[in-house]
């Protein structure tokens, strides 16, 4: 059975840094596609970055880019997504989600990804 498992979420003050895993059980990482999502209290899902099964192709959102990093480790079956220069607005559950394609200019829409992960709170605050 294919799963996803977020972990490395928490509380950090702004300016802080956190980093996400999503462990991968029952099925072959290496071959998906992964994206990082989060959603915040009363906001809709929102694309944070992917990554594509070969980990050569990545895409981020705006308002993260150079402050998160994605990566990955096929062979430890996990996907990262280092978060640095955190601010209040990161404040989300973030999940990661994977898909069999990696869906290049959509690679940030939800709508693209067949499994989820339960997700892991991020709460930026001081």
């Known amino acids: 059975q294919l799963q996803l498992v977020e972990s490395g979420g928490g509380l950090v003050q702004p300016g802080g840094s956190l980093r996400l895993s999503c462990a991968a059980s029952?099925?072959?990482?290496?071959?998906?596609?992964i994206g990082w999502f989060r959603q915040a209290p009363g906001k809709e899902r929102e694309g944070v970055s992917a990554?594509?099964?070969?980990?050569?192709?990545?895409d981020y959102a705006d308002s993260v880019k150079g402050r998160f990093t994605i990566s990955r480790d096929n062979a430890k079956r996990e996907v990262y997504l280092q978060m640095n220069s955190l601010k209040p607005e990161d404040t989300a559950v973030y999940y990661c989600?994977?898909?069999?394609?990696?869906?290049?200019?959509?690679?940030?829409?939800?709508?693209?990804?067949?499994?989820w992960g339960q997700g892991t709170q991020v709460t930026v605050s001081s």
């Open positions: 029952g099925f072959n990482l290496e071959h998906y596609a």
């Open positions: 990554i594509s099964s070969s980990g050569h192709t990545i």
């Open positions: 989600a994977s898909d069999l394609f990696y869906a290049g200019s959509g690679s940030l829409q939800a709508s693209e990804y067949s499994d």
